[in-house]
């Protein structure tokens, strides 16, 4: 079999900006793309015992349309510190948009019959500056949702409707800057919460979550200069397990594994300034070497366990 495929987008973005007062704005988009993709095949049937091919069966496929897509959002500064915003956008995933290729499967998102994907999200934010500007804080709630999706209608007859739908949803908080002359620091924790709102696709039934989610993912990074030459650092990543089996209802105990395991990883820096132009660095990744598992393939059979404890030393040069 072979398969030639081609996809032609134009598109064109209206933004705009507008100051209310010192303390409000208010910003907006729209955008508007044209697409059109066609894929051209053909299946080869061949005799089992030559091996000649005794048939050649083309397919051609195409679907165009109009996507508009669009954000709206707003900021207040309740001091010259500090600001709060709310930002709200969509976007649009037509079929074929995920690898720019059309399918005649009924089971597949990039059938020409298919609708476009519609992906929202909506985020309320504050950011402020402390310490006289040398810290940065950051929080922000957020809501994705995403509807559309292919799920099975009636899994007796093989049937298939876009009546699937899904959420995620979360926290997020940061702290990056300069605490001291010396000390400066980053860290940012996360949470995220996926729910199946509709439809059935394999083990993501209603009520299950979406694999490979972590609810929780935390780093923290710091470095402190000992003098004008040495510098010394470390920090912390934190991910929470991640479910390969998905659905409330399902036995653990009789799958292969579940789950990632959550995992922690510490790593460390020595920095040396050999000259003004001159200087050496120590990375070492999972200092403590950590055993845990990276990624789990969808059967749970295989597992990829995480880098061991490794070094690298660079060198940087100024001119």
């Known amino acids: ?15 705009d900006t507008i100051e209310l007062t010192p303390q409000w704005q208010v910003s907006g988009g729209v955008r508007f793309d044209r697409y059109r993709t066609e894929t051209d095949s053909a299946t080869a049937t061949q005799n089992s015992t030559t091996g000649a091919v005794t048939a050649l069966t083309p397919s051609s496929l195409s679907k165009s349309d109009l996507l508009t897509s669009w954000k709206l959002g707003a900021l207040y500064k309740p001091a010259a510190n500090g600001s709060v915003y709310l930002a709200y956008a969509n976007s649009q995933t037509p079929p074929g948009g995920a690898n720019f290729s059309l399918s005649s499967s009924a089971n597949s998102t990039s059938n ?35 509807k559309n999706e292919l799920a099975v209608l009636d899994s007796l007859s093989n049937t298939y409707a876009q009546m699937g739908k899904r959420t995620v949803e979360g926290i997020e908080l940061g702290a990056i800057g300069q605490l001291s002359k010396d000390w400066q620091i980053s860290a940012g924790l996360a ?25 929780l993912t935390a780093t923290l990074w710091s470095s402190y200069a000992v003098n004008s030459a040495l510098t010394i650092g470390g920090g912390v990543r934190y991910v929470s397990k991640q479910k390969r089996v998905v659905d409330p209802a399902a036995n653990l105990a009789a799958s292969n594994m579940p789950n990632i395991p959550a995992y922690w990883v510490a790593d460390a820096m020595v920095e040396y300034k050999v000259s003004k132009n001159v200087s050496l660095r120590l990375n070492v990744y999972n200092l403590f070497d950590e055993d845990y598992i990276s990624t789990l393939n969808n059967s749970g059979a295989r597992a990829t366990l995480g880098a061991p404890r490794s070094a690298m030393l660079s060198a940087n040069v100024q001119f």
């Open 1 to 15: 079999a072979y398969v030639r495929g081609s996809t032609l987008t134009a598109g064109a973005y209206l933004f």
């Open 112 to 146: 020409p019959n298919m609708d476009t994907q519609d992906t929202s999200n909506m985020e309320l934010g504050t950011k402020w500056d402390v310490l006289g500007g040398k810290l940065g804080l950051s929080a922000a709630l957020y809501r994705t949702e995403h």
């Open 191 to 215: 949470t995220m919460k996926t729910k199946v709102k509709a439809g059935s696709t394999g083990n993501n039934a209603v009520g299950a979550a979406a694999r490979w989610s972590p609810e």
